[in-house]
């Protein structure tokens, strides 16, 4: 399945977006150039793979947006 993720308010100095489980382990990560912009909001395009090609279940995740000096930290849902 494929999964698109709008986010809003995001620094434009942004340099990545992680995307971890609940336990804390990195799923996914895209860099600058796998991110859509428009704006302030960026969109990805996420495969709903983890980084070890098996699909994510549903459930919470927190996602971490870091620029060279700060991030951002939130959580989004995954339903299917």
Known sequence: F??????ANIP???ESLQIYN????????????EI??????VTIKW????RYGR?????????IVKTASSKR???LGVVK
């Open 2 to 7: 494929l999964i698109f993720i709008k986010f």
């Open 12 to 14: 434009a100095d942004f």
């Open 22 to 33: 609940i336990n804390g382990e990195l799923i996914t990560e895209f860099n600058r150039n």
């Open 36 to 41: 859509i912009p428009s704006g302030n909001n």
């Open 47 to 50: 495969d709903g793979r983890n």
């Open 55 to 63: 699909e994510a279940a549903s459930g919470i995740y927190i996602y």
């Open 73 to 75: 930290i939130g959580k």
